[in-house]
């Protein structure tokens, strides 16, 4: 039995492969995190509909059927969203307690990571924050699945739970 745990969200699929990578390196359990109402899968649309509207709007998001007092150690990976986390990630953030948790947190971006670190902490305060990373990717057309973050940055975090 692992004592990780693995908890993302991805749009693009970025924060799902690293995800993914994660599972593998530390032998640990995995729970994808979903809106109850599916987002388009038109990015643009997702652009348009989110950009100019007021991102402390609740989205409402899946079921959770993990028990999350088996784990010491949490993974958090999400999406930067108009320079905070997901919604998404922070539904879940405020319905679930990770209290006394070690964690460690990142956000995919194709740009600029914003606020996003900074929002993981002020959601999770009686946790033990242990890293932190600024998961980058490409924001050219057609390889935007490319990470400039390095694999050995990558390696470096997930250590910081050993």
């Given amino acids: 039995m692992t004592d990780t745990l693995v908890i993302y969200y991805s749009f ?57 007092s088996k784990y010491k150690n949490i993974v958090l990976i999400t999406c930067t969203w108009w320079y905070g986390i997901s919604p998404v990630m922070k539904r879940f953030l405020k319905e679930y307690d990770l209290s006394g948790k070690n964690i460690i947190t990142a956000s995919t971006n194709a740009g600029w990571i914003g606020h996003s670190l900074k929002d993981y902490e002020a959601l999770l305060k009686d946790s033990n924050i242990k890293g932190e990373l600024n998961l980058r990717f490409s924001s050219g057309e057609g390889n935007r699945d490319e990470m400039i973050t390095s694999i050995k940055d990558v390696d470096d975090w997930i250590k910081k739970l050993d």
């Avoid at 950009?51 to 999350?68: A, G, M």
Wanted: hydrophobic letters at 30%; charged letters at 40%.
């Fill in 12 to 68: 693009t699929g970025n924060a799902k492969k690293i995800a993914n990578y994660v599972k593998e390196k530390k032998n640990a359990d995995i729970l994808e995190l979903e809106p109850k109402t599916p987002f388009s899968s038109s990015y643009d649309e997702v652009v348009d509909e989110w950009q100019n509207n007021d991102i402390k709007r609740d989205v409402e998001i899946k079921d959770v059927n993990v028990d999350l």
